[in-house]
């Protein structure tokens, strides 16, 4: 029995060291033009669980110019990465939408380096408009 115990301790503590540090967000915005606006916080530092109703999804966080950092759609823990079976792509771009930065398609993350700006928007596209609740957003380096 305490060997048990000490093993599952053991094992959450390995999940915990291996978990990227995700980066604090804002709001996620759903929708083209972000009309939906959740506040919500997910597990791991991702926010989240999405809401239903839009087939994009999105945050905006900030980022240190020129530093490499992985736009990351999670489960709805935010834990685990998301199955991209219903993710159509994952984007990362400008805050105002004028420019892609890096996009995959049919994956849960996609890798880019911080422009100039400091800033992005981290950006999930959904095959389906009510896929979002099974779904979290983060960003981490």
Request: aromatic content about 8%; glycine content about 14%.
């Given at each position: 029995?305490?060997?048990?115990?000490?093993?599952?301790?053991?094992a959450?503590a390995?999940?915990?060291?291996?978990?990227?540090?995700?980066i604090?967000?804002?709001d996620l915005?759903?929708g083209?033009?972000?009309?939906?606006?959740l506040?919500?916080?997910?597990?791991?530092?991702?926010s989240?669980?999405?809401?239903?109703?839009?087939?994009?999804?999105?945050?905006v966080?900030?980022?240190?110019?020129?530093?490499?950092?992985?736009?990351?759609?999670?489960?709805?823990?935010?834990?685990?990465p998301?199955?991209?079976?219903?993710?159509?792509?994952?984007e990362?771009?400008?805050?105002?939408?004028?420019?892609?930065?890096?996009?995959?398609?049919?994956?849960?993350?996609?890798s880019f380096?911080?422009?100039?700006?400091?800033?992005?928007?981290?950006?999930?596209?959904?095959?389906d408009s009510d896929?979002?609740?099974?779904?979290?957003?983060?960003?981490?380096?």
């Amino acid at each position: 029995m305490r060997f048990s115990t000490l093993l599952a301790f053991v094992a959450s503590a390995g999940l915990v060291a291996a978990t990227p540090a995700a980066i604090p967000v804002a709001d996620l915005h759903g929708g083209p033009t972000g009309e939906a606006v959740l506040s919500t916080q997910s597990g791991c530092g991702s926010s989240g669980p999405l809401g239903t109703g839009h087939y994009v999804w999105y945050i905006v966080v900030g980022c240190n110019a020129g530093s490499r950092y992985t736009c990351q759609v999670t489960d709805a823990t935010g834990c685990l990465p998301g199955n991209p079976n219903k993710i159509g792509s994952v984007e990362v771009d400008d805050p105002n939408d004028t420019y892609n930065i890096a996009k995959g398609k049919n994956t849960n993350s996609v890798s880019f380096v911080c422009p100039s700006g400091g800033q992005v928007r981290c950006q999930a596209n959904f095959n389906d408009s009510d896929d979002g609740p099974g779904y979290s957003l983060r960003v981490f380096q």
